[in-house]
């Protein structure tokens, strides 16, 4: 593959480094050019920055669905970061503040963009996914107003982890979740666990969480679930049932946090009739569904991608309390250094020592 134009190819006095991707299994630490900040931009220096199970799937299969690995990229975008310097324009933020990144961009000027929903704007740009670099990296530059200042409150750690949980808030309010809503949650990973948490602060007034893990579903118990099912079952009707009687009542609202075909088909099978399946599991690009039992009985799937205007949400949730800081530590297993990256996406994509989600230091 070519050299990634970014490369630094001279050695200057601000060293930096990335760790990027190269193509499928071979992703390499790499002295990288620092940025400067365009207007309207900060320059980081980049702190906690999570694995997400995307970056992984990149790593190993080098696509998903039609985003393609065909030249170098940096990895990364659950992160938080120190504003070291601002580009021209920049009025929100200042040097010293300490930032949480939401790393999709939009284009700002699309009919999705003007109506607020700018996860669905046809030009995001978002860190880490290809061709868009990404955050793991000692500085790296982002646009200023899709930055949020933290509160003194929310370290560092817990900063990163406002991506997954912005995804958690979107997934809450496509599906309806609400003061005394009995919930479903497929998959004890790290987004069924978010969720989990969000649901909570939500108001729920019941969750239950599916995984195929003991381990994760400890942690899920731990992290204030009400009740756990291990999936031990290929038959979904009779898991749907098992999941109901387990609850006492059908949930009103399930949130399917696997992509796997069975537990979708659990998920609508569990629903009560009049309730929401909001689908964020990106599994196969086609599934076979009980569509018609749905249909009968006015079950609504709602697709979840990303989030729109979630971030300052999740950081009041966070910091509020409404989300436990001690309930969000359970899911936070590992820590790496920026120069130890490989090794930790090796945890993360193993899942060695029990690995939920890995944090990596940049600073
Ligand atoms: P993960 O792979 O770490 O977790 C998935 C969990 O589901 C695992 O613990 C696994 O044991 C469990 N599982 C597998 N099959 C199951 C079954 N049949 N029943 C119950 N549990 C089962 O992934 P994650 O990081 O938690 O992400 C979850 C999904 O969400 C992934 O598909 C990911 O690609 C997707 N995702 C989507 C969005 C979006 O915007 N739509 C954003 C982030 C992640
Ligand atoms: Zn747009």
Same mark, same amino acid.
């Given at each position: ?17 990335? =760790? +990027? ?5 071979? =992703? ?19 702190? /906690? ?6 970056? +992984? ?13 065909? /030249? ?7 992160? /938080? ?53 990404? /955050? ?32 958690? $808030? ?13 919930? =479903? ?21 019941? +969750? ?51 992509? $796997? ?15 929401? +399946?909001?689908?964020?599991? =990106? ?8 569509? $018609? ?71």
């Amino acid at each position: 593959m070519e050299e990634p134009v970014h490369e630094k190819t001279r050695t200057d006095d601000d060293d930096n480094v990335a =760790l +990027v991707l190269y193509g499928v299994d071979d =992703l390499r630490m790499v002295p990288w050019e620092k940025p400067s900040p365009k207007p309207g931009e900060v320059l980081l220096r980049m702190q /906690s920055v999570g694995i997400c199970t995307s970056d +992984v799937h990149f790593w190993t299969w080098g696509r998903i669905g039609d985003y393609v690995v065909t /030249s170098p990229m940096v990895m990364g975008h659950e992160a /938080s970061g120190c504003v070291v310097a601002v580009g021209d324009g920049v009025k929100n933020l200042q040097v010293g503040d300490r930032v949480a990144v939401e790393p999709g961009v939009p284009c700002r000027h699309c009919n999705y963009c003007k109506q607020g929903r700018y996860n669905l704007c046809p030009d995001v740009k978002c860190c880490s996914c290809p061709p868009v670099h990404g /955050s793991l990296t000692h500085y790296y530059c982002h646009d200023a107003d899709f930055c949020y200042k933290l509160p003194n409150n929310i370290p560092y750690d817990h900063a990163a982890l406002l991506e997954p949980l912005s995804v958690a $808030v979107h997934a809450c309010q496509r599906g309806g979740v609400c003061l005394g809503s009995k919930v =479903l949650i497929c998959g004890a990973g790290p987004i069924g666990l978010v969720c989990l948490l969000t649901a909570k602060a939500c108001g729920a007034a019941h +969750v239950i969480i599916t995984d195929l893990m003991e381990q994760r579903l400890e942690v899920a118990m731990a992290m204030g679930a009400d009740q756990v099912v291990k999936v031990d079952t290929k038959d979904t009707q009779k898991l749907a049932n098992h999941i109901r009687d387990t609850m006492g009542d059908a949930p009103d609202v399930s949130i399917e946090c696997t992509g $796997v075909e069975a537990s979708i088909t659990t998920a609508i099978y569990a629903t009560r009739s009049g309730g929401v +399946v909001a689908l964020i599991g =990106l599994g196969a690009p086609m599934a076979t569904v009980p569509i $018609v039992n749905a249909v009968l009985r006015e079950v609504d799937i709602r697709g979840v991608f990303r989030y729109h205007n979630c971030y300052p949400v999740a950081m009041e949730m966070l910091s509020s309390g409404s989300v436990p800081a001690d309930k969000l530590d359970h899911m936070i297993t590992h820590h790496y250094k920026l120069a130890d990256s490989l090794e930790a996406f090796e945890t993360a994509k193993t899942g060695r020592g029990g690995a939920i989600k890995v944090i990596i230091h940049c600073d």
